[in-house]
């Protein structure tokens, strides 16, 4: 299950970041073999560790370089715009992600692990500036 949810995160990552904004997917089949409604498909979690690791690194690359300008763009698909910029995708993908880690927590409650994170860390060392 968890594999799965890596997986699937890598494959909107990859398809949005790599895909749509690059035109260079690093692994375009998990777009159909994870997508939502196949959950019943459970990769090796080692290799979808592997996969999301360089979707990530292939993604920040990009990401990194991202100004207000693109954020306002709208990639094309099929040689229109699409209705979603990337500022619309950026934030569709942080929600997609915190869904799921959500989701990842709850399972591994489930299976017992103890000393769970409670929050994204001490707020008090990370206040805005």
């Given at each position: 299950?968890?594999?799965w ?7 909107q990552e990859?398809?949005y970041?790599?895909?749509a ?11 159909e073999l ?8 459970l ?39 699409h ?9 569709r993908?942080i929600?997609?992600?915190?869904f ?7 399972v591994?409650?489930?299976?017992g ?14 206040v805005?500036?």
């Amino acid at each position: 299950c968890i594999s799965w949810i890596i997986g699937h995160l890598s494959a909107q990552e990859d398809a949005y970041w790599n895909g749509a904004a690059q035109g260079t997917p690093v692994a375009p089949h998990l777009r159909e073999l994870l997508s939502s409604g196949q959950v019943d498909v459970l990769p090796p979690l080692d290799e979808m560790w592997s996969t999301w690791g360089a979707i990530t690194a292939a993604a920040d690359r990009y990401l990194d370089t991202v100004t207000a300008e693109i954020l306002l763009q709208h990639p094309l698909r099929e040689g229109k715009p699409h209705a979603e910029n990337y500022g619309t995708m950026l934030y569709r993908n942080i929600y997609h992600y915190w869904f799921h880690t959500g989701e990842a927590h709850a399972v591994r409650q489930m299976l017992g692990h103890g000393e769970l994170p409670q929050f994204v860390g001490d707020m008090r060392t990370a206040v805005f500036r």
